[in-house]
């Protein structure tokens, strides 16, 4: 059976998915953690060449203001951040294709990453409110750690429930053929 192409424009829920892979490509994988990969203490530190020094600066008034955890910067943490930028980055940059242009080779991808990245941010948040650097702004962190729970629970069903993710199943070209609709027009009039 053929298969169509559904436009991204008619996957609303696709565009957000992208969306969300644009931003922890651009902005969380390549700038958030990766400064947390080439400043190994934040307290002492000289400006690197990659992230800008504005993101570094940024960076640091977050794990100040809200999250202790991103300055302490434990062994654990450091192994989540280098998998961020060694497996999620090229991920997000195939995925970003795949969704945008429907290719269904990223389907069983999709639900490995998103089981991941589930796994990995439950255990932030767990370590955000139970453990030894917990944030003293509690819902402000739990807030900006929501979305890395919710895509992945929310990526994993639409990947595990649709075969086809992208595409609709296309009628067969015989079955639109002028000759075949017209014999089929004349075998509908015709009375027994």
């Given at each position: 059976m053929n298969h169509?192409?559904?436009?991204?424009?008619?996957?609303?829920?696709?565009?957000?998915?992208?969306?969300?892979f644009?931003?922890?490509?651009?902005?969380?994988?390549?700038?958030?953690?990766?400064?947390?990969?080439?400043?190994?203490?934040?307290?002492?530190?000289?400006?690197?060449?990659?992230?800008p020094p504005f993101m570094v600066d940024l960076v640091h008034w977050w794990g100040r203001t809200f999250d202790p955890l991103l300055m302490a910067r434990p062994v654990w943490w450091k192994v989540t951040i280098l998998f961020d930028a060694v497996f999620f980055g090229p991920y997000y940059a195939a995925a970003i294709y795949a969704y945008v242009r429907g290719k269904e080779w990223i389907r069983i991808p999709s639900i490995i990453h998103a089981s991941m990245l589930f796994t990995v941010t439950t255990v932030i948040v767990f370590e955000e409110i139970y453990g030894p650097y917990r944030s003293p702004q509690l819902p402000i962190v739990l807030a900006a750690n929501a979305p890395w729970i919710i895509f992945p629970i929310f990526i994993t069903l639409r990947m595990w429930r649709a075969p086809h993710p992208f595409t609709l199943a296309a009628s067969p070209r015989d079955d639109r053929s002028p000759i075949r609709s017209a014999t089929a027009s004349a075998e509908t009039s015709s009375v027994p």
């Open positions: 169509s192409t559904i436009p991204l424009s008619k996957r609303r829920g696709d565009v957000l998915i992208v969306a969300f644009l931003l922890n490509l651009c902005f969380i994988t390549y700038m958030v953690d990766f400064e947390q990969l080439v400043i190994a203490d934040p307290l002492h530190f000289t400006y690197p060449i990659w992230p």
